[in-house]
């Protein structure tokens, strides 16, 4: 049975490209790498999870591949000498901007019982969720505005979620990804060892249920 992984990639001028070096993708045409794989060093790199493909490269492009061959593994990601893509799926700007929200929130509701008062962080998130429906100068100036109020509450963590979401509102669809990538990794790392890997777990299904809306390639 073939083995199946997740990656992110770039698209440019209608080729899909690897986020490092120049490297053209054609969906279901075989890649290759000699040598011993290692990672980070060479071979060609996928995670099991989408949000640990997310978390090393946050392009324009998802990509469910499979592998065979020489591999070199690690934790959250592996090297593998053979790849060929089987499905891609476009990643867009609001996909990263709808992502932040989520991953903010699962920090707010910690954030909300530490400092029930304070309401910048929830102020930032709802900013971000305007300009998700109406993608407009004025609401993009109140999430930016909103974002920096929330940049100043105690929690860090939940400043810092809510803070990449607005800013993902407002950036350019490479600079969302990273913000949403910041987001993800602020709501994991913000609880307890229990609760993040819960909501590590909530977020990767996130990512599951949302390749269903994406946009096929």
Request: hydrophobic letters at 40%.
């Amino acid at each position: 049975m073939a083995k199946t992984m997740w990656k992110f990639l770039n698209l440019k001028d209608k080729s899909i490209v690897s986020e490092h070096g120049n490297q053209k993708w054609k969906i279901g045409e075989w890649q290759h790498v000699d040598g011993e794989m290692k990672c980070c060093e060479r071979g060609l790199h996928a995670s099991k999870t989408i949000y640990h493909a997310f978390s090393y490269v946050q392009g324009s492009v998802l990509a469910e591949v499979e592998v065979k061959g020489k591999h070199h593994d690690e934790p959250n990601k592996s090297a593998y000498s053979d790849m060929r893509i089987i499905k891609a799926y476009r990643w867009q700007k609001k996909d990263s901007v709808t992502l932040a929200i989520f991953s903010a929130e699962l920090c707010l509701r910690e954030f909300e019982k530490l400092y029930p008062d304070d309401k910048r962080p929830r102020k930032a998130i709802d900013a971000a969720r305007a300009v998700l429906a109406h993608d407009t100068a004025e609401n993009r100036s109140a999430a930016w505005s909103a974002a920096r109020s929330a940049a100043e509450s105690a929690a860090e963590s939940a400043a810092r979620s809510a803070e990449s979401a607005a800013r993902s509102a407002e950036s350019a669809a490479r600079s969302a990804a990273w913000s949403a990538a910041e987001s993800a990794e602020s709501a994991a790392w913000s609880a307890e060892s229990a609760a993040r890997s819960a909501a590590i777990k909530k977020i990767d299904k996130w990512f599951k249920d949302r390749v269903k809306e994406l946009e096929k390639l």
